[in-house]
């Protein structure tokens, strides 16, 4: 190096400089309530929030929303929904077609597609990936002048001097092959990764559950800072067939696999990244796939720090990948084609920064400080009222503000659950059925949404939420039992407009009552005892919110005069009644993992019962007709078939009523006019890149929104000055009292 | 002295060892390990096998305080209780429950809480005396009153209040600040100085009304009538003698928390966005995050313990008549 | 009988505290040394006026406290049955506030809801407008027209029958010269504010509802016990502690200092949220597990605000011990003490008889701040989800789901407002009171005066 260093005062004077020429900068760029610095403003940069920090960053190990919303953009599983189109499409990714599927029998002979599902033994699936897709730029994958990997190994003494990930200077990327894809399904299977889903695909890829049981072992066997090579097992559940190609084999038949494909559990990871996050010393730093991924997506994550902010770069050897050209009917008219066939990415900064309290949330979307919100039932009348069709529409306030809404029915259900084990509430005999169906009318679910959702639900007529396959929309999906269609009636609740018979309303509470005698429990007592009926809701809710929800289910429950307890508990409490069947009432509910009738009625399905097997059905339901049809769903494809076999099951649960169908929530969303290409996608993940922005009107108006209220200042001033004079005055007479004395 | 400053920090062994066995106790009545593991595996598809292995990982899957599958001294040794709680005797924290460093956590989380709670302190100490003796001295008057009103009023209103309408009105309404949030370095004085000023707010009722009674209670004594005979001004007198002779009660409330200033406030620190180890504190009690929260407990007893020491050394700097035997 | 009482733990412990403090009274009746302060401060304008206000907040307390269930309906041939539901006398008195329940908000004093819905016309079409309420001025045929002079003529009605009972009472009482004008003038305040709400409440909701259409008002009176018993049982968890601890340590030194010292720090040590986190989460799992013992809501709701009040208390006591140990330092090397131990006076009654009267004013200024300290700090507690039970009404609960309102607009204040107006006047007359007291007790106030 030839320059010598800089004089201590120059370099103490220069960074004077530069705090003076960024402190002026900032005043004259951005408002001063801006709660991002200069820096970080400006430029194709979009702005959000999360709310609780990231847990896990593993893709074999994340399996919630809020974690989704970061490795969505950042893994490319091969597969993808499409963003348009609905009902939701899958399409390629990564890869370059659709998978393709065989079946074999137990003798390993290739059987015809549509072959019995009771035949198949085997399948497998298929998949090629596009070439030369390229990982972000990262140190795993630095290679130094001899073609040797930069930092693996690593000596500790380096590792020593290396405090913040940035400290590793140089990085590489390489090209995407079908081995990732393979390691990563592997490493489902890992003991230090703990996937959650390896247990369900232990029951479905071939010899998973032994490579699960085999590493373990030899992670016992070996200290715990070894490395551990999970490729030098066997595995027959996953193999590479060439650079681009790889298969996986599942028992049976799994329809639903091909929508696995589309999570991140199935997204590439590279050998390099575990050989260099596993190096000892490592995890003390938070260096670890938990907090720093390596993937192939639009974006990367440039910097984590998830106590204030995570911010996302463009990954800069993305893959060409264009704005879909065809969309849903009405999305031309609505400006989302206006980017067809542009490249993707769109935005080259994406900044979430933490914000856990709804109310601050609300109140910097509405200075411009974040580019989109959702609605809180609080500040629902603030941003949404009913237009004169009933259908939910911006307020003048809003629209002023050139804020955009943007709607969607979630694919998820409220339900209220009964524990089908109590000897109150729960089994199939007559009685018990009638005392549930008797709560399912009284509980007025539609003023539940009016009150705590300001309307934005709708009421659950079964197990399938809209959107579904199975999911019948209108009259002929209506829930007979809770509900009575009537075209006389006028108070009706539903809106058709063609005039057909497409009005019902709840049943009333008479017929409530008359099912809650039938049930034995005339006015609420006991028909033997005369006892008064109690019944037991348990919940891990809890807050102010919590508490009015409770009171509106204790109203409910007293318009039968039957009294309800709540036994809130916390969290762990909650799920260990659940877990042993010591509830009796409760509140649950299910987002879908992908868009298959089947991950709804699996949760009704006897043999995946909460008590003794730890599944999923909580209510612990088991209808032996029921769980029959749902092994025959299962394997069928969409068709008319599918929907028969769909519509007895929905009936025969509607009898039994194990669950009260309670709503399913439509999410409303808000954004500032400057973003453009949103539409609601409750499926995808990988959004992002869609996403374009206007940063010259985002500063204009933010400019406009935060210009700061200054007379406070007068006015306290004033105050102040109005308590110090009669003091002073005081003062001076006292002064004065005891020098005269 | 010495020899009572070397006896108080040996002393500090015991307690801590005591506030282990009781976060020890009380957290594993609540949460068993089983708990802790289906916490932190999610709510979706959780199986035996997993939650063992969770277990397993994070060193779990031992007895808590006695282990009878072992010979001799490691059935007390090889349990959960030595093996957790004595490796934070040496300050080595391990990671947290969902595998992050809490070491490096506190480091970093140390200095925002500081940013805010240390003005915080001094500001408000000095703001709450000066009211308090400023009330004193208009004792008896209406200033007087009209300031224990005030007092009384301020202190009747729920500390969440405070929080919410700074919020509202500075941030909302007036956009003087950013309504929550945090940047280190240069930037970080514009989202500090709401949450310093509405803590120092909804202290004020509680401290003033309180030094306004400990001073109250120095005035009516001799000295204080020999001095005023003696000639000295009502001024001297308060800041000389009654601040001086009040100075044990404030210095029990005051010196103790001074070390607990790295571990910030949990509402405030909440509530504004903060990253500090207050709101790092809150998340664990919400995740269930054990391991963090035990490491404040004991984070906080120590220094606890050493405010406690300086709090004897600093009486008898200010007394000489209290002997530390 | 067409009731059957019901004794909750709480309602018990209350019974204690009054037996205790009339036993008190009984047994100090003729000592001069307690009956001269008292007179005293029953004499003085501020200490009446604020003893009454504070009477009329323990007189609300233990209305709430006498608890019953009603008697069903007999049926023929079988045993008598009571409902599940315990109400207390409070909420049979206030029966029309408990039951005039709208669907969600209402401002105070309105005829229509505070949100708009969409409703069916006469003529058949769907329109979108404030619903009229089912209860608050639901009497009035056209609420724009009738609203104001129905409002002042039963207004008026009230005030007139408040100062008519003012009357009534204050008479004899000036006609013996017992009283004094403050005093007069809290008393005709407080009658003509309950004037007016018996007269306005069960027409409207003077208060507004909250989000399920609760009256506000109720819910302030509801408040009123949960507020007194976290504040009283709390402090009675703590006093014996922190006194007796706090003397023994600071007088006695050594080994006793030692042992106490290292209890109080140890307890202390811990960050108090996180203490009382754990703990009301163990009773929570006790209360999981024997659920048989709580069959009620009532009982449940009870049982955890006994262990929060004890858990508050048992955590609690140790500021004030400190606080007592360090002036016990000071005082026993002061002369008085010093002499009595010369003259050989015995350990106890120096403790009693010299240290006690001398720290007694720390006491009593730590525990009224405290007092109002433990009720607000059931709201943070709340917030941090280990307060009182969620289904049991107190102010903590209103403040914290007002947190939530003041983010509406337009903003809903009420409830807020009401919560902090009922807290206001407790907190601040329990100061104002305990300021009579603590001049009136302090030996050396009481020379000077």
Redesign the interface.
Known sequence: MAEGPVPEQGKVAKIAFAILAACVLAACTQPVNSPYSAAESGGSVLYSAFGERPKHLDPARSYSENEYVFLGNIYEPPLQYHYLKRPYELEPQTAAGMPTVRYFDAAGRELPVDADSARIALSEYEIRIKPGIRYQPHPCFARDAAGKPRYIPMRPEELAGIDNFLDFTETGSRELTADDYVYQIRRLAHPRVQSPILGLMSDYIVGLKDLAKVLAEAAKAQSKEAYLDINAFDFEGAYVVDRHTYRVRLKGKYPQFVYWLAMPFFAPVPEEAERFYRQPGMAAKNFSLDWQPVGTGAYYLAENEPNRVMRLERNPHYREDFYPAEGAPGDREAGLLADAGKRLPMVDRVVYSLEKEDVPYWNKFLQGYYDASGITSDSFDQAIRMNADGEPDLTPDMRERGIQLATAARPTLSYMGFNMLDPVVGGLSEPARKLRQALSIAIDYEEFISIFLNGRGLVGQGPIPPGIFGYREGIEGVNPVVFRTDCADRDSRSRGNDGGCQRFKRRPLEDARRLLAEAGYPNGRDARTGQPLTLYFDTAASGPEAKSRMDWFRKQFAKLDIQLVVRATDYNRFQDKMRKGSAQIFEWGWNADYPDPENFLFLLYGPHRKVGTGGENAANYQNPRFDRLFERMKDMDNSPERQAVIDRMVHLVREDAPWLFAFHPKSFGLRHGWVKNVKPNLMSHNLLKYRRVDPAARATYQAKWNRPVLWPVAVTAAVLAGMIWPAVAAYRRRQKATAHA | MLNYIVRRLLYAIPILLGVNLLTFALFFMVNTPDDMARIHLGAKHVTEEAIQGWKREHGYDKPLFFNAGVEGAAKVGDTLFVEKSLKLFVLDFGPADDGRDIAREIKTRMWPSLAIALPTFLVGLLAYISFALLLVFFRGTRLDTAGVILCVALMSISGLFYVIAGQYVMGKLWHWFPISGYQPGLDAWKFLLMPVLVSLVAGIGDSARFYRALFIEEIGKDYVRTARAKGLSELRVLFRHVLGNAMIPILTGVVVVIPRLFLGSLIIESFFGIPGLGSYTIDAIQAQDFAIVRSMVFLGSLLYIAGLVLTDISYTLVDPRVRLE | MSFKPVLLWSDALILLLLAVVAAGVWLLRHNETFRAPLRQVLASRMGSATALILAVYVGIGLLDSLHYVER?PD?PG??A?????VKSALDKLLSPLREN?E??YSAPFATHLY????M?GPD?R?V?DYPRLKHGGAHLADPDQEFWPDVLKRGGLGVLGGMVCWTLLILPLWQRGRTHSALAWTLLCILVVTGLLVALAPHYHVLGT???G?DVLYLSLKSVRTGLLIGTLTTLVVLPLAIGLGIAAGYF?GRVD?VIQ?LY??L????G???I???V??V??QI?AH?ELF???AA?ADMRLLALCGILGLTGWTGLA??LR??T??LR?LEFVQAARAFGVSRMRILARHLLPNVM??VL?TVV?DF??LV?AE??L????VGV???MISF??M???A????????VVWWQ?VAA?LF??V???AA??FA?QV?DAL?P??RG?A
């Open positions: 069903l049926e079988k045993a049955q009571y409902s599940g539901e329940v669907k969600t949100a708009k819905e969409t069916t058949g769907e979108r909250d989000k399920v609760q030194g030692d290292y720090t140890t202390n040590s811990i960050p949220v996180l203490l986190a754990a703990a989460l163990v929570q799992v999981e659920p069959d009620t809501a449940r400190r606080l360090a002036e330092l000071k090397e004013h720390l200024i701040i109002s300290g607000l709201a943070v709340s917030y941090v989800g039970d969620p289904a903590g609960n403040i914290n789901g947190r939530l309102e003041l983010a509406r607009e337009p807020l902090f807290m206001f407790l907190v601040l100061n104002l300021d603590r302090d050396k106030a000077r």
